[in-house]
């Protein structure tokens, strides 16, 4: 790089005259001075230049403080330190002015420590003439351009060096027949190989074999063709861990053209992937719970019909009639059937939840209770509750079933007997822990339920599918491959976030996280409550779009002794209101109806009927019920598809709830 305009007239030497060279002469003699100009005047046609005068070392300093100068003539006797602390001090301050030195009778001690010191030449003042001057400053100046071009190339090297060093890629230099001469520190994090270990070898060590041959024939073939090669290879660490690359190889060619290196640039992109399989996974997932969702609305409708009408059948024959017990056979499998809806709504997320805030360790305990009988006795078991839990937000019988279905798993992952382990504990989700989980979970306070056994373990290629619906191992018959959907499908329900860990042959954790409530206090656990009798004498307004559901439940609320009126929709249950208005004690509706909603009817029906109770009945407990919180899922709520017999009691509860409490129910129903 050529900077000074004097570099400019040595590097060019014809190209003289434009700029004259600003020299500073430092001494005190002032013949010197003139002597010196006069020389350079003599010589402007091979060299201009224009001469100042500084008399003093002070009187340099400010000169050059003031302005650039390209050269320095430095008066030197013999002794003297000054030169070397004008040139110690120029040398501190980073400037870089070629400095000559003018001296008498110099020894050549002096001379080699004031050219050690940073003087570029010395010339003897007997000798200044004019030939010898031009020659000292071009040689000068010639040395100092090529001293700059040097340091410039020095730090382009060394920012280009920082930029491979610190770069977040991995680059590798190997030479033309592939052996590795330079990895960088990104290469080395990567891949665990140190660069002394890697360096001679070639880039076939992290070869994982999980490709064919034919992607590195075409890399050798495009890199060596000299083009660049791009793609995405599958690689193996130190460590046996795979890892996927983004890599790019480009030739380093020669002067003449001739390829000498090649370098190959790589980025990670295992997270990334991983990732993107994970959001794909969650679509899917949601994806078949709306498919399953919608499945189970239907079914269950079907199912009532089918329940209903088999209870109704079974009340018409005697108990001991052949007909009796192939009744009871359709009532068996319809049960089932209805167990797995309920299975795939839980999936699906659209069960109907009882959310309550709660501590979380007297819930697990209580379940905890029961799994030994499902575990049978070559299992053990054990229950260790944490500390200082936060209370959580859950549905307390969701949890039982989420517990169940990973205890039942557990046992038929042990058949030979094993441990069953399930703990509880508190755990704060910072930032940095939540950037190492590839998962988006929000920072906070969670609480934690571990489920561990030490039976066969998950196959690696098996783990990504052990939550979709459906997804067994088990022989046909034995499983349905819907236990971990719907504990899946529950944990999304509640907020919570589940993770499997799972060698083959060495067990399988699952680990469950819950939200920590905010507000609230934990609720006691209400004590399952008592039966209620069916039957009884009021009004009920029956509402049900389904016309086969609502002729059965009628037939069977009047063998009851109820009086039944019936209504197909919203807006025929307003008109049937309004020729009994203070008669009708319950109203009995599906949620989900054309043209006016359950929710709106009881809004209506509430202004109209002050003294009337609810009870909303929904096979689809979608958004419309949840996100109304109309209702007490424990007193006036029923899920499809139910049985008679659970129909009856539920309207008695309903009935039943004292009056203030009803009013508090329609000023809710109001809201919605
Ligand atoms: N603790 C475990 N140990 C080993 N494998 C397990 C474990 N839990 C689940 N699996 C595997 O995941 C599969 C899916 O489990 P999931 O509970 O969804 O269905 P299932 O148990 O096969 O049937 P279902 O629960 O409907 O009766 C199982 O078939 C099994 O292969
Ligand atoms: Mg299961």
């Given at each position: 790089?050529?900077?000074g305009?004097?570099?400019?007239?040595?590097?060019?030497?014809t190209?003289?005259?434009?700029?004259?060279l600003?020299?500073?002469?430092?001494?005190?003699?002032?013949?010197?001075?003139?002597?010196?100009?006069?020389?350079?005047?003599?010589?402007?046609?091979?060299?201009?230049?224009?001469?100042?005068?500084?008399?003093?070392?002070?009187?340099?300093?400010?000169?050059?403080?003031?302005?650039?100068?390209?050269?320095?003539?430095?008066?030197?006797?013999?002794?003297?330190?000054?030169?070397?602390?004008?040139?110690?001090?120029?040398?501190?301050?980073?400037?870089?002015?070629?400095?000559?030195?003018?001296?008498?009778?110099?020894?050549?001690?002096t001379?080699?420590?004031?050219?050690?010191?940073?003087?570029?030449?010395?010339?003897?003042?007997?000798?200044?003439?004019g030939a010898?001057?031009?020659?000292?400053?071009?040689?000068?100046?010639?040395?100092?351009?090529?001293?700059?071009?040097?340091?410039?190339?020095?730090?382009?090297?060394?920012?280009?060096?920082?930029?491979?060093?610190?770069?977040?890629?991995?680059?590798?230099?190997?030479?033309?027949?592939?052996?590795?001469?330079?990895?960088?520190?990104?290469?080395?994090?990567?891949t665990?190989?140190?660069?002394?270990?890697?360096?001679?070898?070639?880039?076939?060590?992290?070869?994982?074999?999980?490709?064919?041959?034919?992607?590195?024939?075409?890399?050798?073939?495009?890199?060596?063709?000299?083009?660049?090669?791009r793609?995405?290879?599958?690689?193996?660490?130190?460590?046996?861990?795979?890892?996927?690359?983004?890599?790019?190889?480009?030739?380093?060619?020669?002067?003449?053209?001739?390829?000498?290196?090649?370098?190959?640039n790589?980025r990670?992109?295992?997270?990334?992937?991983?990732?993107?399989a994970?959001?794909?996974?969650?679509?899917?997932?949601?994806?078949?719970?709306?498919?399953?969702?919608?499945?189970?609305?239907d079914?269950?409708?079907?199912?009532?019909?089918?329940?209903?009408?088999?209870?109704?059948?079974?009340?018409d024959?005697?108990?001991?009639?052949?007909?009796?017990?192939?009744?009871?056979?359709?009532?068996?499998?319809?049960?089932?059937?209805?167990?797995?809806?309920?299975?795939?709504?839980?999936?699906?997320?659209?069960?109907?939840?009882?959310?309550?805030?709660?501590?979380l360790?007297?819930?697990?305990?209580?379940?905890?209770?029961?799994?030994?009988?499902?575990?049978?006795?070559?299992?053990?078991?054990?229950?260790?509750?944490?500390?200082?839990?936060?209370?959580?937000?859950?549905?307390?019988?969701?949890?039982?079933?989420?517990?169940?279905?990973?205890?039942?798993?557990?046992?038929?992952?042990?058949?030979?007997?094993?441990?069953?382990?399930?703990?509880?504990?508190?755990?704060?989700?910072?930032?940095?822990?939540i950037?190492?989980?590839?998962?988006?979970?929000?920072?906070?306070?969670?609480?934690?339920?571990t489920v561990?056994?030490?039976?066969?373990?998950?196959?690696?290629?098996h783990?990504?599918?052990?939550?979709?619906?459906?997804?067994?191992?088990?022989?046909?018959?034995?499983?349905?491959?819907?236990?971990?959907?719907t504990?899946?499908?529950?944990?999304?329900?509640?907020?919570?976030?589940?993770?499997?860990?799972?060698?083959?042959?060495?067990?399988?954790?699952?680990?469950?996280y819950?939200?920590?409530?905010?507000?609230?206090?934990?609720?006691?656990?209400?004590?399952?409550?008592?039966?209620?009798?069916?039957?009884?004498?009021?009004?009920?307004?029956?509402?049900?779009?389904?016309?086969?559901?609502?002729?059965?439940?009628?037939?069977?609320?009047?063998?009851?002794?109820?009086k039944?009126?019936?209504a197909?929709?919203?807006?025929d249950?307003?008109?049937?209101?309004k020729?009994?208005?203070?008669?009708?004690?319950?109203?009995?509706t599906?949620?989900?109806?054309?043209?006016?909603?359950?929710?709106?009817?009881?809004?209506?029906?509430?202004?109209?009927?002050?003294?009337?109770?609810?009870?909303?009945?929904?096979g689809?407990a979608?958004?419309?019920?949840?996100?109304?919180?109309?209702?007490?899922?424990?007193t006036?709520?029923?899920?499809?598809?139910?049985?008679?017999?659970?129909?009856?009691?539920?309207?008695?509860?309903?009935?039943?709830?004292?009056?203030?409490m009803a009013?508090?129910?329609?000023?809710?129903?109001?809201?919605?």
């Open positions: 790089m050529v900077t305009s004097g570099a400019m007239l040595v590097a060019t030497g190209q003289i005259a434009q700029c004259p600003r020299v500073l002469l430092v001494g005190e003699k002032e013949e010197d001075f003139f002597l010196i100009r006069e020389i350079l005047e003599r010589n402007r046609g091979m060299l201009p230049a224009e001469l100042e005068h500084a008399r003093s070392l002070d009187e340099a300093h400010c000169m050059l403080e003031q302005k650039p100068y390209d050269l320095i003539l430095f008066e030197h006797e013999t002794g003297n330190a000054e030169a070397v602390q004008l040139l110690t001090e120029f040398h501190h301050a980073g400037r870089s002015v070629p400095f000559l030195l003018l001296t008498e009778n110099a020894d050549e001690k001379v080699a420590e004031l050219i050690h010191s940073g003087s570029w030449n010395c010339v003897s003042r007997s000798q200044l003439d010898t001057l031009v020659r000292s400053i071009r040689g000068t100046l010639a040395l100092d351009s090529m001293q700059k071009e040097q340091r410039s190339a020095e730090e382009s090297l060394r920012k280009l060096s920082s930029a491979v060093e610190q770069s977040p890629d991995t680059v590798v230099i190997t030479d033309r027949q592939g052996a590795i001469e330079y990895v960088n520190p990104a290469f080395e994090a990567l665990g190989y140190k660069s002394d270990e890697v360096r001679g070898r070639t880039p076939r060590i992290l070869k994982s074999g999980e490709q064919g041959p034919e992607i590195y024939e075409d890399m050798w073939k495009t890199i060596l063709s000299g083009n660049v090669f793609g995405i290879l599958v690689n193996r660490k130190k460590n046996g861990e795979l890892y996927y690359v983004e890599e790019s190889i480009c030739p380093v060619r020669d002067s003449q053209g001739q390829i000498t290196h090649f370098i190959a790589g990670d992109l295992t997270e990334r992937l991983r990732l993107e994970q959001l794909l996974q969650a679509q899917k997932m949601d994806a078949v719970g709306r498919l399953a969702g919608g499945v189970a609305h079914f269950n409708n079907l199912l009532t019909i089918i329940t209903s009408y088999s209870e109704l059948a079974l009340d024959v005697r108990e001991d009639s052949p007909v009796a017990t192939k009744i009871q056979e359709v009532l068996l499998a319809a049960k089932r059937a209805a167990e797995l809806t309920r299975q795939l709504l839980a999936f699906s997320r659209k069960q109907p939840q009882a959310l309550r805030v709660v501590d360790n007297p819930v697990v305990a209580a379940i905890a209770k029961t799994l030994p009988r499902l575990i049978g006795e070559d299992i053990a078991f054990s229950f260790i509750p944490g500390q200082g839990l936060g209370p959580v937000r859950v549905d307390p019988v969701q949890m039982e079933q989420v517990l169940m279905n990973l205890a039942a798993n557990a046992r038929d992952a042990m058949p030979q007997g094993g441990h069953l382990g399930i703990e509880t504990s508190q755990v704060h989700l910072d930032q940095d822990y950037q190492q989980k590839p998962a988006a979970i929000p920072v906070g306070d969670y609480a934690v339920i561990s056994d030490d039976g066969a373990g998950i196959p690696r290629e783990i990504a599918h052990v939550f979709e619906p459906f997804y067994t191992t088990k022989p046909a018959g034995k499983g349905t491959g819907l236990g971990l959907a504990v899946y499908g529950i944990v999304k329900q509640n907020k919570g976030y589940i993770w499997v860990y799972s060698e083959q042959g060495s067990g399988t954790v699952f680990k469950i819950l939200p920590c409530a905010v507000k609230g206090r934990p609720a006691q656990l209400a004590n399952s409550r008592p039966e209620a009798v069916a039957a009884g004498t009021e009004t009920l307004l029956l509402v049900e779009d389904e016309p086969a559901v609502r002729r059965a439940s009628a037939e069977f609320l009047r063998m009851q002794g109820y039944i009126l019936e197909n929709d919203g807006l249950a307003l008109s049937v209101a020729q009994h208005p203070a008669a009708i004690d319950l109203l009995v599906d949620v989900v109806m054309p043209n006016m909603s359950g929710g709106e009817l009881a809004k209506e029906l509430a202004r109209r009927i002050p003294k009337m109770k609810f009870l909303f009945v929904s689809y979608g958004k419309t019920v949840m996100d109304h919180h109309v209702l007490d899922l424990d006036n709520f029923l899920q499809k598809p139910y049985s008679l017999k659970q129909l009856g009691a539920k309207i008695r509860t309903a009935l039943d709830i004292k009056k203030g009013a508090g129910h329609s000023g809710r129903v109001a809201r919605s």
